[in-house]
Nanobody
């Protein structure tokens, strides 16, 4: 079984920063491609960012490019989403995800965390 546990969400003012963490355990390998998705209130879940097995390649949604940075520490089986210059429209439940390939993790991940709430006040 695979378990993904997110942490680091909370309430922040516009322009502020937060760092989300996702710790994986179980059958995920430290080299599994990982991603973050988010679901704003009343909207569909959307892709935010993804990272390949060794952190050498990262992919971002246009809406977060230049503001969010995704990294990973394979020794700790953890990925980090550093978010800067947060906007009210970044308010959402953020989900960590995993899959066997980078293509799959950016579109139809096979494993999901339970989500963590990020609220950005104006």
């Amino acid at each position: 079984q695979v378990a993904l546990v997110e942490s680091g969400g909370g309430l922040v003012q516009a322009g502020g920063s937060l760092r989300l963490s996702c710790a994986s355990s179980g059958r995920t390998r430290s080299s599994t491609p990982m991603a973050w998705f988010r679901q704003p209130p009343g909207k569909e879940r959307e892709f935010v960012a993804a990272i390949n097995w060794n952190g050498g390649s990262t992919y971002y949604a246009d809406s977060v490019k230049g503001r969010f940075t995704l990294s990973r520490d394979n020794a700790k089986n953890t990925v980090y989403l550093q978010m800067h210059s947060l906007k009210p429209e970044d308010t959402a439940v953020y989900y960590c995800a995993a899959a066997s390939t980078i293509a799959q993790v950016t579109s139809t991940p096979t494993h999901w965390g339970q989500g963590t709430q990020v609220t950005v006040s104006s």
